[in-house]
C-alpha cells in the first residue's frame, strides 16, 4: 500500500480532524455554531471552510498544480483576511493538515516506510501555504483599498454638507476659456 491509497482509505477521519481543529481557531461559541450548524445559508463560513479542506485534500491527493487549488484557498483565506487574523493564523489551517495525517497514520507511515512519500506530500502542503500568503495579502490589500475609499467618500460627503467644496472647473475648460481671452485680446 502507498501513501495515497493509505490516504484516501482515512480520508473521512483526516478530513473531520483537520476541519475540528480549523474550527478551534475560532472563539469556543463561533466554533460550536460553525460545527452545529450544517445549512450553507445559515452558516456559510462553515460551510466555506468544510468544503474548501475537503476540496484542497482532493486536489492534493490528485497532484494537482498548486495554482488550480486557488479557488478553494481563496474562499477560505478571503474569510480569514476579512476576519482581521494575522498572517500566520489565516494560513495555518494548511500547516494543520501535517499534523493530522501524522497523528492518524503516523504508526503506519513508519512501519511501512513511507516517509519518501510523505516528504513529497509535504512539500504539496507548503507549497499551498506560499499560495496562501499570496491570496492573503492580495485579500487584506482590497480591504484597505476598501477602507481608504470609504474614509475618502465620507470625507467628501462632510466637506460637501460645510460647503468647504468649490467645484472646479476642467482642465480642458479654462485653457479654451484661456484660449477665448487671449483671441479677444489679440
Known sequence: MNLKDLLLEKKSAILKRWLEIVLESYPTDTSDFFKKQKNRFANPVGYALSQGVEGIFDDLLQGVEPEEVTPLLDSIIRIKA?????????????????????????????????????????????????????????????????????????????????????????ESDLESETLLTNNKKG
Open 82 to 170: 476579512v476576519q482581521d487574523f494575522s498572517p500566520s493564523q489565516a494560513i495555518s489551517f494548511i500547516f494543520l493538515l501535517k499534523r493530522v495525517i501524522r497523528e492518524e497514520l503516523g504508526s503506519k507511515i513508519s512501519n511501512d516506510r513511507m516517509y519518501e512519500e510523505l516528504l513529497a506530500f509535504e512539500s504539496g502542503i507548503d507549497d499551498l501555504a506560499l499560495l496562501s500568503f499570496d491570496i492573503y495579502m492580495k485579500c487584506r490589500e482590497r480591504v484597505y483599498e476598501i477602507k481608504a475609499d470609504e474614509v475618502k467618500r465620507m470625507t467628501f460627503r462632510l466637506l460637501q454638507r460645510a460647503n468647504l467644496i468649490c467645484e472646479i472647473k476642467e
